[in-house]
């Protein structure tokens, strides 16, 4: 796949579909990477997407911690949906490792909430984003 060719928007649809994969698989850190290297750095090998990605991978418990801290006080983690969770972190990763306006970052977020999502999840990512970026 040429990636001179997506938009910025499938960048971060690929980022978002990667983490995905990986919390629904429940994946080790070796095999995010090994994931990783198979399915993007292999195939796509975008720098964006690359930074985006290791972000992700080297700083996963950073994230889980960030959102347990901002999700409602009668909730878990494991209560949000991997969907939401995959949003946040890939928009969480995008924001700490390139110079993207915070505002971007959230309205594409809500965009892919809006597309992926379930009803209204779009809600709760713009919500998270919000107080976390």
């Known amino acids: ?3 001179n060719n997506l938009s910025q928007w499938e960048k971060r649809v690929a980022v978002f579909k990667f983490v995905y994969s990986v919390l629904i698989s429940d994946l080790s850190k070796e095999e995010t990477i090994k ?3 198979l399915e993007l750095k292999n195939t796509i090998n975008d720098e964006y997407i ?9 700083n996963r418990s950073f994230l889980e911690q960030t959102l347990e801290k901002h999700i409602l006080k009668n909730w878990t983690i494991d209560r949000v ?8 972190y890939a928009s969480i990763s995008e924001f700490k490792s ?7 970052i959230i309205d594409q ?13 779009y809600k709760f990512v713009n919500y998270i984003l919000d107080k976390v970026l």
Do not use: H, P, R, W
């Not at 690359?50 to 080297?58: A, G, H, V």
């Not at 949906?81 to 946040?88: G, Q, T």
């Open 1 to 3: 796949m040429k990636t």
């Open 35 to 37: 994931k990783f290297e």
């Open 50 to 58: 690359n930074t985006i990605t290791l972000y992700f991978i080297e």
């Open 81 to 88: 949906d991997f969907i939401d969770k995959s949003i946040i």
């Open 98 to 104: 390139c110079n993207v306006n915070k505002g971007i």
């Open 109 to 121: 977020a809500v965009i892919t909430a809006k597309k992926y999502g379930i009803e209204n999840s």
